[in-house]
């Protein structure tokens, strides 16, 4: 049977972070946020992917002409965004216009990877397919064939919802104006 320290320890968390920084990371920036993100039990540090220089980066539209470093951090100890914001700012020495802390898992970050795989793949114009594949079916709604089931439909349907709640109305009227005689 295990112990409690082993449920414990199988059941750790990790919590990932992404950290954009407008620019180029040196070395003593990178052991600072190490030192920083350090704070939270950092299990795993990747090195810095850098963007090419943009006039103006994704998530930086007030900085111009820039490139930017982007870190994939987990760590074991629960934090939220701002606090590991606020920690990189205060302690490492990162000036908050140039850097964001996000959450890996964050829909426009999923939508922005999501795009840019989409972009290494090769078009295909859909004009070229003259078999029209990836057309979407559905259902005429215009036309002889359309008004013909239109009108099969209201043949089938003459009593509509309206007239026979009149007729249940009547009938029950009628029922109750025979008791009363």
């Known amino acids: ?18 950290i954009k920084y407008a620019g180029t990371l ?5 052991n600072r946020v190490e030192m920083a993100v350090g704070k939270y039990n950092l299990k795993d540090i990747s090195k810095p992917k850098v963007t090419p220089i943009q ?8 900085l111009k002409n820039s490139e930017v470093s982007i870190l994939d951090v987990t760590v074991t100890y629960p934090t939220t965004v701002d606090m590991l ?3 990189l700012t205060e302690y490492a020495g990162i000036h908050g216009s140039h ?6 898992n964050n829909p426009q970050e ?3 990877e999501k795009n840019l795989e989409e972009q290494d793949k090769d078009y295909e114009t859909k004009l070229t397919d003259a078999e029209y594949k990836d057309a979407e079916e559905y259902e ?8 013909e089931n239109l009108l099969k439909d209201l043949a089938k349907n003459k009593e509509t919802p309206e007239v026979s709640l ?5 009938e029950e009227v009628a029922k109750e104006t025979k008791k009363k005689k």
């Open 166 to 170: 009149a007729k249940a109305y009547q």
């Open 26 to 30: 040196t070395d003593a920036q990178m």
């Open 110 to 112: 999923v939508a922005r």
């Open 1 to 18: 049977m295990k112990t409690f320290k082993q449920y414990l320890m199988e059941n750790a968390k990790e919590y990932k972070f992404r």
């Open 55 to 62: 006039e103006h980066p994704m998530d930086f539209q007030t």
């Open 99 to 104: 850097l964001i802390v996000i959450n890996p």
């Open 140 to 147: 005429v709604e215009f036309g002889d064939k359309y008004n």
């Open 85 to 87: 914001r606020n920690e």
